[in-house]
């Protein structure tokens, strides 16, 4: 047996390491194969019922054109943002927050908080804007109970009245009759 592996192996190496012989000519490709035949276009079909009308788009909410309208306004001149009305104000015991409200005739109110009972403060703050009209007039605090208890009203030119407890949420109460 093993001179068999031995004679094997010898075999083998021999076969893979002796030169071949050079290879013969190459022979003429074949034909191609037939082409399918192309299949009959169908006629188009009728045309299909007209569907109905789709549901109408969304448009620019109210509330932002009015906002748009009072910018442009604005910078158009025709309305010019002024002060109209300056109120003083006392909020809580212990610690006391004092200072002054503005309003504007755009219905903007802004305040200048005291850094204490003391010192005046020293920069206006952004606080609401009341409504879009554009005709405020006047604003007036009453306080009740060593200020325990104040309420604030705005006007506008036409007689909307609006107030508020906190100068943050104001509520519409209505309009005078004016002739």
């Known amino acids: 047996m093993k001179y068999?592996?031995?004679?094997?192996?010898i075999v083998f190496t021999l076969n893979g390491c002796l030169p071949q012989g050079t290879p013969g000519?190459?022979?003429?490709?074949?034909?191609?194969?037939?082409?399918?035949?192309?299949?009959l276009q169908g006629e188009q079909g009728q045309k299909?019922?007209?569907?109905?009308?789709?549901?109408?788009?969304?448009?620019?909410?109210?509330?932002?054109l009015q906002k748009l309208d009072k910018f442009l306004s604005n910078q158009n001149g025709r309305h010019k943002e002024s002060v109209v009305g300056i109120e003083s104000y006392s909020f809580g015991l212990a610690p006391?927050?004092?200072?002054?409200?503005y309003l504007t005739n755009n219905g903007r109110i802004f305040k200048l908080e005291n850094k204490n009972t003391q010192v005046l403060g020293d920069s206006f703050?952004?606080?609401?804007?009341?409504?879009?009209?554009?005709d405020f007039i006047s604003l007036s605090r009453i306080?009740?109970?060593?200020?325990?208890?104040q309420y604030f009203?705005?006007?506008?030119?036409?007689?909307?009245v609006f107030t508020s407890q906190d100068l943050k949420l104001w509520t519409s109460q209505g309009s005078i009759p004016l002739d």
């Open 153 to 160: 009203s705005a006007v506008t030119e036409s007689g909307l």
């Open 125 to 134: 703050i952004f606080v609401v804007d009341i409504s879009d009209q554009t």
């Open 48 to 64: 299909g019922e007209e569907g109905s009308a789709g549901v109408a788009g969304k448009s620019v909410p109210a509330d932002q």
């Open 96 to 101: 006391r927050v004092t200072g002054f409200c």
């Open 25 to 39: 000519p190459e022979g003429p490709p074949g034909q191609d194969g037939q082409k399918g035949e192309q299949g």
């Open 4 to 9: 068999f592996i031995s004679i094997t192996a």
């Open 143 to 149: 306080a009740y109970g060593d200020d325990i208890k």
